[in-house]
């Protein structure tokens, strides 16, 4: 067995960018994101992905020795899901975390907390940087699921915690997609 350890990747920096259902995808780590925008800073723990697990398993026994006469495999109805804090207070983060919409005047910006909104959906791009190796990962069908608590706080950044939610794009075929340049030929 051959060890490699440049093969050893480190999520040093990198960008989450938000766009609307059904953008154009990108076709590999080159392709240009427009018209996705940028989310700007992401909390210091980065991106937490998540894959649903295997499903369920029964293992159906017979009386004679407790054999195991046959297992029925169940998958898992669970969806892929990435979680992050974004720190930037601008438009694009205030509506993904509210699932609102901000009405802007040369002054300030307006905006409704309603607890019964739902998300419309998004298409997302997390990119992660290791030096010259990039690794995009492309979500076209990304939903908040979940957002975490937002705390007003002397001496700490306001955070909004979110976690979103893939589902299958049933043209493209797939939950997510990701090409990293560390995996070339």
């Given at each position: 067995?051959?060890?490699?350890?440049?093969?050893?990747?480190?999520a040093?920096t990198?960008?989450?960018?938000?766009?609307?259902l059904?953008?154009?995808?990108?076709?590999?780590?080159?392709?240009?994101?427009?018209?996705?925008?940028?989310?700007?800073?992401?909390?210091?723990?980065?991106?937490?992905?998540?894959?649903?697990?295997?499903?369920?398993?029964?293992?159906?026994?017979?009386?004679?020795?407790?054999?195991?006469?046959?297992t029925?495999?169940t998958?898992?109805e669970d969806?892929?899901?990435?979680?992050?804090?974004?720190l930037?207070?601008?438009l694009?983060?205030?509506?993904?975390?509210?699932?609102?919409?901000?009405?802007?005047?040369?002054?300030?910006?307006?905006?409704?907390?309603?607890?019964?909104?739902?998300?419309?959906?998004?298409?997302?791009v997390?990119?992660?940087?290791?030096?010259?190796?990039?690794?995009?990962?492309?979500?076209?069908?990304?939903?908040v699921?979940?957002?975490?608590?937002?705390?007003?706080?002397?001496?700490e950044?306001?955070?909004?915690?979110v976690?979103?939610?893939?589902?299958?794009?049933?043209?493209?075929?797939?939950?997510?997609?990701?090409?990293?340049?560390?995996l070339?030929?």
């Amino acid at each position: 067995m051959a060890l490699n350890a440049s093969a050893v990747r480190v999520a040093v920096t990198g960008a989450i960018s938000v766009g609307p259902l059904g953008t154009t995808a990108p076709t590999g780590t080159a392709s240009a994101l427009t018209p996705r925008v940028d989310l700007g800073y992401v909390g210091e723990d980065g991106v937490t992905e998540t894959q649903p697990g295997a499903g369920d398993v029964n293992r159906i026994k017979a009386w004679q020795n407790g054999a195991t006469v046959r297992t029925i495999r169940t998958p898992s109805e669970d969806l892929p899901t990435w979680q992050f804090v974004l720190l930037e207070t601008k438009l694009e983060v205030i509506e993904l975390y509210y699932k609102t919409e901000v009405t802007q005047s040369a002054t300030e910006g307006e905006y409704d907390i309603d607890a019964d909104a739902t998300d419309p959906g998004h298409d997302f791009v997390i990119d992660v940087v290791d030096g010259a190796e990039l690794e995009r990962v492309h979500i076209p069908r990304g939903f908040v699921s979940e957002v975490g608590e937002k705390v007003y706080a002397n001496g700490e950044a306001i955070g909004y915690e979110v976690t979103i939610e893939g589902e299958k794009d049933s043209t493209l075929g797939y939950n997510a997609r990701v090409w990293a340049t560390s995996l070339k030929s």
